[in-house]
C-alpha cells in the first residue's frame, strides 16, 4: 500500500533522527499508535455509491457504461517497529459488461486519531491519497479533509481547472492528475517511453476523463446516473 509505504518511511525517519514520538528504541510502552480514518467526503461520496452507473465515450468510438459494482469501507492494520497502526481504507470498483473492463478507485485515511485522543475527540488532520488505475496506468494525488488536491506537485503534474468541457458539457473545479509512470508523487521523469497520461476528476461526477499510458482513452458523456 502506497500510504504505508509513506508512513513507513516518515516513522523510521523519526526514529533514527530522534524527532518523533517521546520513546527510544528500548522503550515501546510510551509509543503513539495512530489512528488513520478516512474524510466523511470520501466516506460517502454519491458518484461511487454502489449500483451508480455512469456513461462513457472510448477514444475508440464505441461507447459503453462503468458501474459501481464494489464498494467497501474496511479497518486494515500495519506496524513498524514499535508503533503499530490502524488506517480506514474504501476501495471502489467500477466495472463494464462490454467491452469487460474495470476501473479501481482507493482511499486511504489520513485524518490521525491516537488512542488517547480519540477518548478526548481530538483529531490532527493529515494528507489523505487516493489511488486511480486502469490496466497499468495509475493515478495518485494527495488530497485534504474536504477532498481537494493538497499540492499541485511538480512539473504540473497536479493541476486544478476552475472549468473543462467535455462532449458538450461543462465542470466547475477539476483536477487533473499525470499518470504514475511520468510522476511517482516526488519526481517527474521525462525518460519514460510511453505517452503522458492525465486523469480528470471532479468531486461531484468522478471520473471525467482516464488517458492511458498506451494512447486511448475514455471520456465521460451524457447518460447513466450522472446526468
Known amino acids: 500500500m502506497i500510504f504505508k509505504l509513506k508512513a513507513s518511511l516518515l516513522l523510521s525517519a523519526l526514529l533514527l533522527t530522534g524527532c518523533g514520538p517521546l520513546f527510544t528504541t528500548d ?5 503513539y499508535h495512530p489512528i488513520y480514518k478516512l474524510a466523511d467526503c470520501q466516506k460517502s461520496t454519491k458518484v461511487f455509491k454502489k449500483g451508480t452507473t455512469t456513461h462513457y ?14 464498494d467497501s469501507t474496511f479497518m486494515d492494520g500495519w506496524d513498524d517497529f514499535c508503533v503499530v497502526a490502524k488506517e480506514e481504507d474504501r ?21 490521525s486519531v491516537s488512542e488517547e485522543e480519540n477518548k478526548k475527540n481530538l483529531v490532527i488532520s493529515h494528507s489523505m491519497p ?4 486502469y490496466g497499468n496506468t495509475g493515478f495518485l494525488v494527495e488530497l485534504d479533509s474536504t477532498g481537494t488536491p493538497e499540492e499541485m506537485g511538480i512539473e504540473g503534474t497536479v493541476r486544478m481547472l476552475d472549468t473543462i468541457t467535455f462532449n458538450g458539457v461543462t465542470y466547475d473545479s477539476v483536477f487533473a492528475i499525470m499518470d504514475m509512470a511520468h510522476y511517482d508523487a516526488l519526481n517527474y521523469n521525462e525518460k519514460i517511453e510511453s505517452d503522458t497520461a492525465f486523469l480528470y476528476f471532479s468531486k461531484t461526477a468522478g471520473i471525467l476523463r482516464l488517458e492511458t499510458t498506451d494512447g486511448t482513452s475514455f471520456t465521460i458523456k451524457e447518460g447513466g446516473d450522472n446526468e
Do not use: A, K, R
Open 27 to 31: 522503550e515501546c510502552d510510551e509509543v
Open 57 to 70: 465515450e472510448h477514444s475508440e468510438g464505441f461507447e459503453f457504461d462503468l458501474t459501481v459494482s464494489q
Open 91 to 111: 476501495t471502489v470498483l467500477l466495472t463494464s459488461t462490454y467491452p469487460i473492463m474495470s476501473v479501481e478507485v482507493n482511499f486511504y485515511g489520513g485524518i
Open 130 to 133: 487516493m489511488h486511480i488505475s
